[in-house]
């Protein structure tokens, strides 16, 4: 039994940045990972961390501009976004898979629990 929390949402205007957190609580956690979704499209993938941090991966689009952290003793991970561009606007969501694999997985139904989402607007 996992509970993740999302916070760190907001408006911003096209080029700016804002940095997302995630809390896990309840379990034991492995790969970490923030998946978003805008209106009329899929959830897509973001980012992921895997459990000691020593691999990451990201959606091309979000490469160079994106990094995903993590703080295992807060059971924190975090989603650093900067140049922010239009299509960023989405609802992201912080997943936590509690079953180990050998890197962390970008589909979504390998995570097992997920945050309530936070919403992250760019304008121009």
């Known amino acids: 039994q996992v509970q993740v929390v999302e916070s760190g949402g907001g408006s911003v205007q096209t080029g700016g940045s804002l940095r997302l957190s995630c809390a896990a609580s309840g379990g034991t956690t492995y790969a970490m990972a923030w998946f978003r979704q805008a209106p009329g499209k899929e959830r897509e993938f973001v980012a992921a961390i895997n459990w000691n941090s020593d691999s990451t991966k990201y959606a091309d689009s979000v490469k160079g501009r994106f990094t995903i952290s993590r703080d295992n003793a807060k059971k924190s991970v975090y989603l650093q976004m900067n140049s922010l561009k239009p299509e960023d606007t989405a609802v992201y969501y912080c997943?936590?898979?509690?079953?180990?694999?050998?890197?962390?997985?970008?589909?979504?139904?390998?995570?097992?629990?997920w945050g309530q989402g936070t919403q992250v607007t760019v304008s121009s």
């Open positions: 997943a936590a898979d509690i079953t180990l694999r050998w890197a962390p997985p970008t589909e979504a139904d390998s995570y097992e629990y």
